[in-house]
């Protein structure tokens, strides 16, 4: 409540600063007044004082964080992240059923449960990405037989084709094309030529100058405009955030990039988790080499009861990915790796080094005792017969004679005897 006050009601010139104007004009609170007697007025003025502060809560959180009062000190510490690493073999399991953005960003959003992705990396050959799918071949069949009904006038869109260019209509499919091919497709080459012929700080003017121009040329285009090779495999992976790289045309020069690029970052310890996307059983060394390590290893595949996913801490099907099931059931392989983790700290291990030094440390100390008690100077015992003369010793022996059952009933003839 305090603080409250205090942010409430600064000075004229700095409340203006600080564009936080509107909590000025709360109904209820006047900046004339006096806070404090407004309440100590009632217990009903108090109430709306606390709903009024209530009300500008948001804006208080606001200013308290320009303030620097601890918006960040006072927020929660969360317990750091793995570090998750995404190895695609993409000549093993390419996209198929799915675009290539689609499957990535759902295959982002299902990893992204075991921990942060900070790599994703894609391996092929250039065979992988100029081939197209058969879903995909189907589509531009039933595209181009939707064109020639279009062209003889035999059917007519429901909706009209827009250009998200320029914003012109079309009702004919090929005419729309031939509009975005002759118009924005040359303007955009033009675009593309002024700046690799300017240099220096005209390169840069130009280049911001046609960036959002190009943009949006680019997001029309990638609905309108065919791939020259394959169905855009590398250009939509690479849009989702992967590192896409192309290999040399040999026999399993794919899988053989792949795993020197899983190997370098175990070495190099930049990721606790590793996802790969295949179902090629010649990974099997690379995920035990992974687990030896004490790295989590998830494996994304169809084959079911695969080499991969018996070696794998968890294993999921592209079925799962895309539908979203996977997702869910990552938080139970992150809990019941956590719970390995903890019953990992409170196991025993032997270490022969630590029981050796601490065993030679004990009996360092035993034989040290022995020879203090051997020559005559152990400390208690001198100490005792230091203080300790002939009568009190006496006295000692004599007490020491009866038994620890009797009990003594004049505690004075005790002391005379002695």
């Not at 992240?81 to 190895?87: D, H, L, R, S, T």
């Not at 942060?116 to 189907?138: D, G, I, L």
Request: net charge positive; aromatic share 10%.
């Amino acid at each position: 409540m305090l603080l409250a006050y205090r942010l409430l009601f600064v000075e004229p010139a700095s409340f203006k600063e600080t564009q936080f104007y509107r909590v000025k004009r709360c109904p209820f609170l006047d900046t004339a007044a006096n806070p404090w007697s407004c309440a100590k007025s009632s217990a009903h003025d108090l109430q709306k004082l606390l709903e009024a502060l209530r009300a500008t809560e948001e804006v208080l959180c606001h200013f308290d964080s320009k303030l620097g009062l601890g918006s960040s000190s006072l927020a929660p510490t969360l317990p750091p992240q793995n570090n998750v690493a995404i190895f695609w073999d993409l000549d093993n399991k390419p996209p198929k059923t799915v675009s290539p953005f689609e499957a990535a960003i759902k295959l982002k959003t299902a990893v992204c449960s075991f921990g942060f992705v900070k790599y994703m990396v894609a391996y092929a050959n250039r065979h992988t990405f100029s081939y197209v799918p058969q879903v995909v071949r189907e589509e531009r069949k039933h595209r181009k037989s939707l064109n020639q009904l279009e062209n003889k006038g035999v059917i007519k869109p429901v909706e009209s084709y827009l250009c998200r260019v320029c914003g012109r209509n079309f009702y004919n499919n090929e005419k729309f094309i031939n509009h975005f091919k002759q118009i924005h497709e040359r303007e955009q080459q033009k675009r593309l030529n002024q700046i690799e012929s300017a240099r220096g700080k005209r390169r840069v003017m130009l280049v911001a100058k046609y960036a959002m121009k190009m943009q949006k040329y680019k997001n029309a285009a990638r609905d309108i405009l065919t791939p020259k090779v394959g169905y855009g495999l590398a250009d939509e992976l690479k849009r989702a955030g992967f590192w896409v790289r192309t290999v040399l045309d040999k026999p399993q020069a794919a899988d053989v990039a792949l795993k020197d690029h899983m190997v370098d970052m175990m070495d190099k310890r930049r990721a606790e988790c590793l996802v790969l996307v295949s179902d090629d059983s010649d990974f099997v060394h690379v995920l035990k080499e992974a687990k030896s390590r004490c790295l989590k290893t998830v494996v994304v595949g169809d084959v079911n009861d695969g080499a991969l996913k018996r070696v794998a801490d968890a294993g999921f099907s592209w079925q799962e990915i895309l539908m979203g099931k996977a997702k869910k059931d990552a938080e139970t392989v992150v809990g019941r790796w956590k719970d390995r983790d903890v019953l990992k700290r409170l196991e025993w291990t032997y270490n022969p080094e630590v029981e050796k030094n601490l065993h030679g440390m004990v009996y360092e100390s035993d034989n040290y005792e022995s020879k203090d008690e051997y020559d005559g100077n152990y400390s208690e015992d001198g100490d005792i017969n230091d203080i300790l003369d002939g009568h009190d010793v006496g006295c000692l022996q004599k007490e020491d004679a009866r038994g620890w059952w009797e009990l003594d009933s004049n505690p004075e003839i005790t002391s005379q005897s002695c």
